[in-house]
Antibody, heavy 121, light 107 residues
């Protein structure tokens, strides 16, 4: 069964770049049926889609974050990554990776465990 | 961008109640709508996809309906394990948007 394992620091200083990685196991990252995405959830708030990537490297971003977000994929390592630059306290959130699946109408049927990222000096 | 509006924001109900949550899209998304359940400290769980298809392993008391701009999630008989927050999510043209969530509380 496909699993997503997140890794990356839980504390980032203001103005620096947040970097997280999601490792895919139990399945192929290169399937044409899936995208790979990042979602975040500020404390006590709802879910916000950050962006998604296809295994070929095509990326799609939330317009509100587009200027600061880079999502990349490394198929040789079965990983995809998130970089969010110039972070502020407003970027403090639980960050999730997930798999939007064509067979699920691009609903996200597999999720990572979540990483709590705090932006603080 | 397509905006998703859920109602109500909070819902108080008792075990055994029939519960309905509504999600409206700012423009037509045909049937590209999913529903999730999230419990505190956990990742969301996919319940319904393509507006009305039940994800494998999800109890049949959950159902979804609608198309275009108006959608509903119904829990036919609320169980203790169902007290949680529910989100709708749309997909359209390589963009995903979530509703603001509906918290189902114990009455």
């Amino acid at each position: 069964q496909l699993q997503l394992q997140q890794s990356g620091p839980g504390l980032v200083k203001p103005s620096e770049t947040l970097s997280l990685t999601c490792t895919v196991s139990g399945g192929s990252i290169s399937s044409s049926n899936y995208y790979w995405g990042w979602i975040r959830q500020p404390p006590g708030k709802g879910l916000e889609w950050i962006g998604s990537i296809y295994y070929s490297g095509s990326t799609f971003y939330n317009p509100s974050l587009k200027s600061r977000v880079t999502i990349s994929v490394d198929t040789s390592k079965s990983q995809f990554s998130l970089k969010l630059s110039s972070v502020t306290a407003a970027d403090t959130a639980v960050y999730y990776c997930a798999r939007p699946h064509y067979g699920s109408g691009y609903g996200m049927d597999v999720w990572g465990q979540g990483t709590t990222v705090t932006v603080s000096s | 961008d397509i905006q998703m509006t859920q109602s109500p924001s909070t819902l108080s109900a008792s075990v055994g109640d029939r519960v309905t949550i509504t999600c409206r899209a700012s423009q037509s998304i045909t049937s590209w709508l999913a529903w999730y359940q999230q419990k505190p400290g956990k990742a969301p769980k996919l319940l319904i996809y393509k507006a009305s298809s039940l994800e494998s392993g999800v109890p049949s008391r959950f159902s979804g309906s609608g198309s275009g701009t108006e959608f509903t999630l119904t829990i036919s008989s609320l169980q203790p394990d169902d007290f949680a927050t529910y989100y709708c999510q749309q997909y359209n043209s390589y963009s995903w948007t979530f509703g603001q969530g509906t918290k189902v509380e114990i009455k």
